[in-house]
């Protein structure tokens, strides 16, 4: 009884403990994560994550269950910003490994691109699942669409429309889906793979009726002027998916009707 009792306070203890103190005592291990603004309890509260200049802050809350205690971990983590936003349901399933639920979020789709080139429009992900084995996804079930989506280098600009599709995992363990577009100055579809290498893609572009499209694209232009479009690198013998191991350099080229 002595004992129950003794468990009781510390559950009722912990659930009251402000979250800001936590920051002060763990805040050496934690630095690298720029928190301010901390407020309510171990269990729930929010904090302002602070990017740095080129993003701005992020609002995020969070509601951790009691169950806790026990090793059961498991929540809800929200965020909200001016240029993205989501939730997402949490829970531990052992050492290293957790499954996120119901995640939903938007982001910039300038974030997935390097180099020269620009993605201007909004990426919204729907995810049902996806399951973490020591940080690295193990499975992934859910769709995405690409608002307002648009890719520019230089002054060329292809308007693509909205982008949507499904995201997964192989039996390779390799995420990707299928992609399809509505819209826009092109019609197209294909596939996609992420791999430790990069994204590659490989599918069909054609310009729409009384649309005339100069932009640099990897790729050959076929007799009824779609361009078989394909980029990355992948092995030889990845199945069902047939891109070299080297990748191919997009030239400027013209996509005509």
């Not at 640099?216 to 998916?241: A, E, S």
Request: aromatic share 10%; proline share 5%.
């Amino acid at each position: 009884m002595v004992g129950l009792l003794v468990v009781t306070f510390l559950a009722f203890g912990i659930g009251l403990f402000p979250a800001r103190w936590l920051l002060g005592l763990y805040g050496q291990q934690i630095a690298v994560l720029p928190f301010s603004k901390v407020q309510g309890t171990v269990w729930h509260g929010q904090a302002r994550w602070n990017m740095g200049s080129e993003h701005g802050p992020i609002q995020i809350g969070w509601h951790l269950s009691a169950a806790a205690l026990w090793a059961d971990i498991h929540g809800r983590v929200s965020w909200h910003a001016s240029y993205s936003s989501g939730h997402l349901h949490f829970a531990r399933l052992g050492n290293d490994s957790w499954r996120l639920q119901a995640v939903r979020a938007s982001f910039p789709a300038q974030w997935l691109v390097r180099g020269g080139l620009r993605a201007h429009g909004q990426i919204h992900l729907d995810l049902t699942t996806v399951e973490l084995r020591d940080a690295w996804p193990t499975r992934v079930q859910g769709r995405f669409r690409w608002v307002a989506a648009a890719l520019q280098t230089g002054d060329k600009i292809l308007v693509l429309g909205t982008v949507h599709g499904s995201i997964g995992m192989d039996s390779l363990g390799l995420l990707g889906g299928q992609v399809s577009n509505s819209g826009g100055m092109v019609s197209g579809h294909g596939r996609f793979r992420i791999t430790p290498l990069g994204l590659a893609f490989n599918g069909k572009l054609r310009a729409r009726d009384g649309v005339k499209v100069s932009f640099p694209l990897p790729g050959n232009i076929t007799i009824d002027g779609t361009r078989q479009v394909r980029f990355g690198i992948l092995p030889p013998d990845f199945p069902g998916f047939p891109i070299s191991g080297s990748s191919q350099r997009a030239g400027g080229v013209q996509i005509r009707q």
